[in-house]
């Protein structure tokens, strides 16, 4: 990691510490000293903000696994004793439970952020494909965790969510066995689901660390999208700039987190999981958490006539269309990987982009559209409205992102992150 | 700035978008219409009157069918009764215990720390005695059938059109059984036809008629007395932790705005020599 520490202690203590494992110098480096561009908007909260939120659902989590039972008998039973014996227990519940839409929602923005102002782009291609990486153990975490209370729709959409695997040729159905433990949906697999909640959340710790190691090597992008070039004109000790900015920024989600705790604790959540799971009685209408609607929307887009579908498949021979629907589904964060060479511009920031600009907002509202439309019975109009969202997905970040990247005549930037800092001043 | 606001319209743009698209799960019947709980909104309390008074409806009407295996006699006292008219009130109850000394089950009368005793020993019983449909046990009746008993917000991320709050729907349902089906529908042998049940078909006969209980502090039963309290009774059977998550829900956000505020203010000073 770059960044020096001209570090020096009168303690006796620290001294000795530091001489043997250089921890303060270290904090000292990369928290306190760690040089970071001063021209950072609040859409750059969002990365500590999802530390946080991280922390929270990993301390709040540990405190419900002392109380969870992880039986198909009990489970159901052991979260209502959370929720009414426990001290405080619906308290960590909701927390738990709403952590995991705020992680969400805050890790979107994130992500949403890094493609406007083009983080992804070199030399900050790991880093952000690491970040992919903890988007995608971030859904197996909240996919296995929503099964645990044993609900109508934990059993369901695990059921469902499990099954796509067996549309892989071959090993499908070896998956899919190895996911349940047998040959249903039951205590086995509520048993692994909860083995692995458990552990997939250390897993995203890592790669957190991971993230914040690439980051600290080049440093944050910044809305000009222009490199550091002067770090006494351009950047600010993290500590106390970014510190006290990221705490007021903390500040305003922990009032937005609490709303949704203590007034509306049940509103990402459906109603038919707090029926007991009942394998025998199928819900009129499964659906997955709100997080994963525009995913469970691309996969349900592949029905056997959609003319992607018939072109993936040459026509139908290659593969079924419930396979083609969970590749795509896969791929569509998976795509994401590549979005540093897909995007071949040379300039960062959309702030200087106007095409990439105009069509980055046209991508959002086609994400919106496909959580909307996942969240739907597809009937009518919404199927097709799916599959052109769907079409549009991938039309963007494979074709649009790379032509644009070639056709558009980026706006003149400024010579320095000072000089766009003056500039604005002025 | 520009892209603030950018960003708020995007979302404002979606908030409606998701309002306006409202389509019905297919199945479910029509939603009910909104009634003004006591314990709405952000300072709703439950009505310990109501709440007593749909104890009573439960026990003399609901609790020969239905169970509520998550109350136990203690929590009663949330309904404003003392520790010993809660004894009292569990000593009514006959309860399995054991096995003892010689190995015999015995029956026993409840204690404030026994489980509210079910109907019928399990659901096979239940569905024999009921034409074959066991009724639901009642426990998490409101959160399973609406979007909680209390939400302050009453539209839900999943359903758009929003669910119905879980009091208003139980309140629809047991007022809304029509004495003859419409002409076009078919009703099955043995079911009884519900303005709200979803698919409107319902195994339950209607439970509630004008005088049904007679209520101990006086108040008149009609039908829809009756139907109110009973949800009133149940929204807390769901949410027994509302009162208190609401009056902490206060306290915590007025100190998170304080914060907050301070923390504005303190980011203000700190980056004030920058510029």
């Known amino acids: 990691m770059s960044g020096t520490s001209n570090f020096q202690s009168n303690s006796r203590v620290v001294n000795w510490i530091e001489h043997r494992l250089p921890v303060f110098s270290f904090l000292d480096s990369q928290l306190h000293q760690y040089p970071t561009p001063k021209n950072l908007n609040y859409f750059w909260n969002f990365g500590s903000l999802a530390g946080i939120v991280l922390v929270i659902m990993i301390v709040s989590g540990i405190t419900l696994a002392m109380h969870y039972t992880p039986h198909v008998d009990m489970a159901f039973g052991s979260v209502e004793r959370i929720m009414r014996d426990v001290n405080s227990g619906w308290l960590i519940r909701y927390i738990h439970m709403n952590g995991a839409s705020m992680f969400f929602i805050v890790v979107y923005i994130h992500i949403f952020r890094g493609m406007y102002y083009g983080s992804y782009k070199a030399p900050r291609e790991i880093l952000w494909m690491i970040g992919i990486f903890i988007l995608l153990a971030m859904m197996a975490t909240a996919f296995m965790g929503y099964v645990l209370p044993w609900g109508q729709m934990s059993f369901w959409g695990a059921t469902v969510i499990t099954n796509l695997f067996s549309a892989i040729p071959l090993v499908g159905e070896w998956i899919v066995q190895l996911l349940w433990g047998g040959f249903v949906v039951d205590n086995p697999t509520l048993n692994r689901f909860f083995s692995l909640h458990y552990l997939l959340p250390f897993v995203i710790v890592g790669l957190v660390f991971l993230h914040l190691w690439a980051l600290h090597m080049h440093h944050s992008n910044n809305p000009t999208g222009v490199e550091i070039k002067d770090e006494k004109q351009d950047t600010i000790p993290f500590h106390p700039y970014y510190t006290i900015k990221d705490l007021y920024g903390l500040g305003i989600m922990l009032i937005f987190f609490a709303f949704f705790i203590f007034f509306a604790p049940n509103y990402f959540g459906h109603p038919d999981n707090y029926i007991m799971a009942n394998s025998l009685v199928t819900p009129p209408h499964i659906v997955p958490e709100w997080y994963f609607l525009p995913f469970y929307a691309i996969l349900r887009a592949f029905t056997s006539d959609y003319w992607v579908y018939q072109v993936m498949s040459l026509g139908g021979w290659l593969m079924t269309a419930k396979l083609a629907g969970v590749i795509a589904m896969f791929a569509s964060i998976l795509v994401l990987l590549f979005l540093p060479w897909l995007d071949r511009s040379r300039v960062r920031s959309s702030k200087y982009r106007p095409m990439n600009r105009f069509f980055f907002w046209v991508f959002v509202l086609d994400c919106i559209i496909l959580g909307w439309v996942g969240g739907q019975a597809p009937e009518g109009a919404l199927v097709l409205i799916g599959q052109i969202s769907t079409f549009w997905y991938f039309f963007h970040i494979i074709i649009i992102v790379p032509l644009i990247s070639v056709l558009e005549r980026p706006k003149p930037l400024p010579d320095s992150i000072a000089a766009s800092v003056t500039q604005a001043a002025e | ?275």
């Open chain 2, 1 to 275: 700035m520009k892209m603030t606001k950018t960003l708020t319209a995007i979302a404002l743009g979606a908030a409606i978008l998701t309002g306006a698209g409202a389509a019905q799960a297919s199945g479910s019947g029509p939603k009910a219409p909104s009634k003004d709980w006591s314990f709405n909104g952000i300072f709703g309390t439950y009505d310990r009157a109501a709440l007593q008074r749909g104890f009573q409806v439960f026990r003399n009407v609901c609790a020969s069918c239905h169970s509520l295996d998550l109350i136990a006699f203690r929590n009663l006292e949330a309904l404003g009764y003392s520790e010993d008219e809660v004894k009292a009130i569990a000593a009514n109850y006959e309860v399995q215990d054991g096995p003892n000394e010689e190995g015999d089950m015995f029956t026993r009368p409840a204690t404030p720390a026994d489980r509210w005793p079910a109907p019928f020993p399990n659901a096979k019983a239940a569905a024999a005695s009921n034409g074959g449909a066991a009724p639901p046990d009642l426990s998490l009746i409101a959160k399973a059938r609406g979007s909680g008993g209390d939400s302050a917000i009453r539209v839900s991320m999943l359903q758009p059109s929003g669910f119905p709050l879980g009091a208003d729907y139980l309140h629809a349902l047991l007022t809304g059984y029509e004495e003859t089906a419409p002409a076009d529908f078919a009703l099955p042998e043995g079911k009884y036809y519900n303005h709200y049940f979803p698919g409107h078909a319902i195994s339950m006969a209607p439970p509630l008629y004008e005088d049904a209980v007679e209520y101990e502090d006086g108040t008149k039963a009609t039908t829809d007395q009756l139907a109110s309290d009973v949800s009133t009774f149940l929204a807390w059977a769901s949410e027994p932790e509302l009162e208190h998550r609401k009056n902490l829900g206060i306290k915590v956000i007025l100190f998170l705005i304080v914060l907050t505020a301070m923390l504005y203010a303190l980011k203000r000073r700190i980056w004030s020599d920058l510029h």
